[in-house]
């Protein structure tokens, strides 16, 4: 087993399943034309997010990590009529590549970049109309996870599901002395989950083009 069967696996599943798409082709490309790192979730897991809000209904969703605003475009789309998606960036030149992204897909009404450390945006967003949100995904600097959850948890309706990505780290979560700051804060993040009386939770290991990796998916509430 390879990265390279992986990669191929994963373009199988993209011809057979995910057909070419104007405006999510078009982010990625510009947000590679920008510079931006090409750590966006693949094309199969941003589908995965996308049914992942349909399957609860999802209006509300909050992202933490915009990038160039692939995955912000994937899950908006899972929304029905008057649907919101708020989005948190740190960095203002992905911000912009994100509000561009997000213009090209027809979905400015749809999703509101706020730029800013997460956390300190979130206090705002706790104060406002738009909590609780039913979709929480967690995508930005690995160290804050714990943070991030805490908050989530908190903004979450029951039965709402919050997705964290990049947990397994090609298995580094496992080691109990690593010195790698993401690993530690997802290291972190299991060891609250596993405290944790308000959600039910599990981790999925996932292969393909970016290499080996994986999600936590929680349910809240239960
Ligand atoms: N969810 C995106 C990928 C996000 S990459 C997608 O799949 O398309 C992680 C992003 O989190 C980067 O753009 C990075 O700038 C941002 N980020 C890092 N630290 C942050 C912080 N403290 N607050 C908000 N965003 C942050
Ligand atoms: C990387 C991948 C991610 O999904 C992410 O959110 C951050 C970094 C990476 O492969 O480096
Ligand atoms: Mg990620």
Redesign the pocket.
Known sequence: MTPEIWSAVDEYIEQALLPADAALDAALQASAAAGL?????SPAQGKLLHLMARMIAARRVLEI?T?GGYSAIWMARALPPGGRLVTLELDPRHAAVARRNIATAGLSEIIDVREGRALDLLPAIAAEARAPFDLVFI??D?PSNVEYLDWALRLTRPGGVIVV??VVRRGAVTDAHSSDA?VCGVRRLFERLARERGAAATAIQTVGR??Y?GFVVAIVGV
């Open positions: 790192p090409a750590i966006a979730v990590g990038l995508d930005a690995k990505d990049n993401n970016k290499g990796d």
